[in-house]
């Protein structure tokens, strides 16, 4: 089946550690995305990337980063500079059309800082 | 640049009773509208999307939503509601150009009771 795999779905980070979260996709998808959800906050777009090798910031880029080196795969890095990481993550991917369709999500990963 | 606004972060109805989640956006360009519901602990799925065309778009699960562009309103209804329809509730926007990413409001969380 396709879809997109996010891993692990729980994630416990000591404070002041990296942590990685994992996003894959067999969609076939040239779009991929990082979103934060907090209660009562919504979705707001942590990184995106069009392209292989090409990714941009969103709204709340500070902390994170991101890397695209294969089409499949869109890794998210929690840095130490992230000071308040607890959150549920969601990555998303979208086909590259003509016209903007609806992004595809993972089933998201919780991460709680201890 | 767009936004979206949830009118209501809470709405909670009777089993069977119909509902709308109410949802207006602001942008300066054409857009494409989107619903998503998400479940506890899990990721996204669409409900329905407006592209363009009829203005009285349906969806999954029974649910539907009218596109109105005098008053950029995009509010979700279905005429009765059952208890599995628990949930939050998105509304999100996008402009033309593929592959941008979804702007979100802030949800709404769906409590049916019997």
């Known amino acids: 089946d396709g879809g997109i795999t996010q891993s692990p779905k729980y994630l416990f980070r000591k404070e002041g550690q990296n942590v990685t979260l994992s996003c894959e996709q067999n969609l076939n998808h040239d779009a991929m995305y990082w979103y934060r959800q907090d209660p009562g906050q919504g979705l707001r777009l942590i990184y995106y990337?069009?392209?292989?090798?090409?990714?941009q910031k969103g709204d709340i880029a500070e902390g994170y980063s991101v890397s695209r080196e294969k089409k499949e795969s869109f890794p998210l890095t929690v840095t130490s500079a992230q000071k308040n990481p607890t959150a549920f993550y969601l990555c998303a991917s979208s086909p590259l059309r003509q016209i903007n369709t609806e992004a595809f999500f993972g089933q998201g990963t919780r991460l709680t800082v201890v | 640049a767009q936004s979206v606004t949830q009118l209501d972060s809470q709405v909670p109805v009777f089993e069977e009773a119909p509902v709308e989640l109410r949802c207006n956006y602001s942008?300066?360009?054409?857009?494409?509208l989107f619903w998503y519901v998400q479940y506890p602990n899990q990721g996204l799925q669409l409900l329905l999307k407006y592209l363009s065309g009829s203005t009285l778009v349906k969806g999954i699960n029974g649910f539907e939503a009218e596109f109105n562009k005098s008053q950029t309103s995009f509010h979700l209804r279905k005429p009765s509601v059952h208890i599995s329809d628990t949930a939050e509730y998105f509304c999100a926007v996008s402009d033309y150009q593929a592959g941008t990413a979804l702007i979100f409001g802030k949800g709404t969380t769906l409590s049916v009771s019997s």
């Open positions: 990337s069009q392209i292989v090798n090409d990714f």
């Open positions: 942008s300066s360009v054409s857009v494409y």
